[in-house]
């Protein structure tokens, strides 16, 4: 099954309010993601894909830089959008996930810091990342390109900040540290978040 551009699930202007506005999002979703998805079907039969999952083919890709930038960028942003909300952001995290945030970073605002430290401390385009790890504790981390905890193998994710300047230059210029304020204050949607925590990581369903 070739791999395909799934909707926001949201409507196009629905972020605007909250920092992220229409243009941006048509043109990261339209046409930035929408190039990594026509890329990877591209690789799909001279690589011996057909029929593996996004997830199966991210995580064997560490070593292979063209499939890994094409099926990472699209894994990496599925899980993007899915994780904002115009109703997204503020300090009142669903019980679990503030319990675990709590436990594992001693506080919200100690993970804020280091969330947007990682983001802004990742030299060129990248993501910073909220990951479970194998022992269950959450830990933050950062990734270049189309890299991700799956290729690397760190662990799961379930928080990813884009920090590539087509995420944010049309609403914050140059200006990466502000953006990152903004995508943890106005954005993230905490409940999806938790329910990432409590599943196990994203499933795209793409692929097989
Ligand atoms: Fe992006």
Same mark, same amino acid.
């Given at each position: 099954?070739?791999?395909?551009?799934?909707?926001?699930?949201?409507?196009?202007?629905?972020?605007?309010?909250?920092?992220?506005?229409?243009?941006?999002?048509?043109?990261?979703?339209?046409?930035?993601?929408?190039?990594?998805?026509?890329?990877?079907?591209?690789?799909?039969?001279?690589?011996?894909?057909? +029929?593996?999952?996004?997830?199966?083919?991210?995580? =064997?890709?560490?070593?292979?830089?063209?499939?890994?930038?094409?099926?990472?960028?699209?894994?990496?942003?599925?899980?993007?959008?899915?994780?904002?909300?115009?109703?997204?952001?503020?300090? !009142?995290?669903?019980? !679990?996930?503030?319990? !675990?945030?709590?436990?594992?970073?001693?506080?919200?605002?100690?993970? !804020?810091?280091?969330?947007?430290?990682? =983001?802004?401390?990742?030299?060129?385009?990248?993501?910073?990342?909220?990951?479970?790890?194998?022992?269950?504790?959450?830990?933050?981390?950062?990734?270049?390109?189309?890299?991700?905890?799956?290729?690397?193998?760190?662990?799961?994710?379930?928080?990813?900040?884009?920090?590539?300047?087509?995420?944010?230059?049309?609403?914050?210029?140059?200006?990466?540290?502000?953006?990152?304020?903004?995508?943890?204050?106005?954005?993230?949607?905490?409940?999806?978040?938790?329910?990432?925590?409590?599943? =196990?990581?994203?499933?795209?369903?793409? +692929?097989?």
């Amino acid at each position: 099954m070739a791999f395909s551009l799934p909707p926001l699930p949201y409507a196009i202007n629905a972020l605007a309010a909250n920092g992220m506005c229409q243009e941006t999002l048509e043109l990261h979703h339209g046409k930035h993601h929408n190039a990594y998805v026509t890329a990877l079907n591209g690789l799909i039969e001279s690589k011996g894909l057909a +029929g593996k999952s996004l997830e199966t083919i991210v995580a =064997g890709a560490a070593n292979d830089a063209p499939l890994l930038n094409q099926a990472g960028q699209h894994w990496n942003h599925i899980l993007f959008w899915q994780v904002m909300s115009p109703n997204g952001g503020g300090d !009142k995290l669903p019980a !679990k996930l503030a319990a !675990k945030i709590d436990a594992d970073f001693g506080g919200l605002a100690q993970f !804020k810091e280091a969330f947007k430290q990682a =983001g802004v401390t990742q030299f060129g385009s990248g993501w910073a990342w909220l990951i479970m790890k194998a022992d269950g504790k959450l830990a933050v981390t950062k990734t270049p390109n189309g890299a991700s905890p799956v290729s690397t193998g760190e662990g799961t994710p379930i928080l990813g900040a884009d920090v590539w300047e087509h995420a944010y230059y049309l609403d914050f210029r140059n200006v990466r540290p502000n953006y990152l304020d903004n995508f943890l204050n106005k954005l993230v949607a905490w409940d999806v978040v938790e329910s990432l925590m409590e599943k =196990g990581g994203l499933v795209s369903g793409q +692929g097989a």
